[in-house]
Every structure is written in structure tokens, then in C-alpha cells.
């Protein structure tokens, strides 16, 4: 089944992209993350993801953490995404993302690559401050958001992309702060990501 062929609705690039949901109780399809919590926080709103008057502080977060987080080391994290992609995903992926980076070749995107270890830990540095700052165990200090899901959802893909030896290492970093953000994730929801 296609994304269109279940009524799913096209980025503003024309793009059909992930994640998507089909509330088999309303029959509605929503696309996009922030979208998707908006639309459960609506319909189900016995356990909201998005506090009450802060969705315009939420839908600035996702950008503003992706910026932050790995945005000086987004070539590493596309060239590991690669390596565990089959092969009929690889040709489709270098296009669109040398597309999106504004490259030629997939090898000025490695070269760059093998330097930008360090700059992720920067700007998970930089994140890391800004739960300090919170005062509480969540981005929004007690309450827990879809920022957190945010920092998961993200930890979660590194997870899957980074060898063992760098795994460790992430895991280690800011007092261990990610992989206890992730455990944290998975109790408040009851998911074992």
C-alpha cells in the first residue's frame, strides 16, 4: 500500500514521507510528526504531548534541536545512515540527499563526514544544557512533551546507525543523559524503542 493510495498527504516539497498514521477510529490520515501530535492531543486528550499553550514553543523545538544537535555533523549522520541502508535504498537516498545538502557527489559528503564526530557531541552539549536548565527530568521540566520524544526518537536512529565502539561512547555522553532520555521515553510510554 502506498502513502497516497491511503490518503496520506504530500510534504511541501511534494514528497511523501514518514511517519504517518491511520486512526482506525476516525478513518483520518495525518502526516507528520508534530501534525500527528496535535491531531492524538485533540482526539485523545487524556494524555497530552504538547502542554497546554505551548505548541507554537513546540513546533519551533524539533527544528531548533535538529539545528543544534547534529546540525554541524549532519554529513556523519547521513554517510552512517547509508552504511546500513539495502541496496535498493542506497541509490534513492544519495540523490535526495545530495539534493537537500546542495552536493555534487556522495564523496564530498564522506570526506566531510570524518571530521563531524566531535561536532555532534558539541551540539548534544549544547542540548544538554538546555535540560539543565529545565529543572526537571523533561525539556519542559515536569512535564513531558513531545520535545522529549523529539531527543528519542533521534537517540533511538543513532542507536540503529552508530557501530558499538561509538554507541558506548554516545551513551557516556553528558552524564549519560541520551540513553536515560530514551529508557525515560520508553517507561513514560510504554515502548521499549
Not at 530514551?182 to 513514560?188: G, K, M, Q, S
Request: with cysteine; aromatic share 12%.
Amino acid at each position: 500500500m502506498t502513502m497516497k493510495g491511503i490518503g496520506a498527504s504530500a510534504t511541501e516539497g511534494g514528497r511523501y514521507t514518514l511517519p504517518v498514521i491511520k486512526d482506525p477510529n476516525t478513518g483520518l490520515v495525518v502526516s507528520d510528526s508534530l501534525a500527528i501530535a496535535e491531531y492524538l492531543d485533540k482526539t485523545y486528550p487524556e494524555k497530552p504531548v504538547i502542554p497546554r499553550g505551548a505548541n507554537a514553543l513546540i513546533a519551533l523545538f524539533e527544528p531548533a534541536y535538529c539545528s543544534v544537535a547534529y546540525g554541524k555533523a549532519v554529513d556523519f549522520i547521513l554517510t552512517k545512515t547509508l552504511e546500513i541502508l539495502n541496496d535498493s535504498s542506497r541509490e534513492y537516498f544519495i540523490q535526495t540527499r545530495l539534493e537537500l545538502l546542495g552536493e555534487m557527489h556522495w564523496e564530498a559528503v564522506e570526506e566531510k563526514s570524518q571530521q563531524q564526530w566531535e561536532d555532534l557531541k558539541k551540539g548534544l552539549d549544547e542540548i544538554d544544557k538546555w535540560y539543565q536548565k529545565s529543572g526537571g527530568k523533561w525539556i519542559m521540566g515536569n512535564a513531558f512533551s513531545f520535545a522529549d520524544m523529539v531527543v528519542a526518537c533521534r537517540t533511538m536512529w543513532w542507536n540503529t546507525i552508530f557501530d558499538e565502539e561509538q554507541r558506548r561512547e554516545f551513551h557516556s555522553w553528558n552524564g549519560g543523559r541520551w540513553a536515560r532520555v530514551l529508557a525515560d521515553v520508553n517507561a513514560e510510554c510504554g515502548t521499549d524503542l
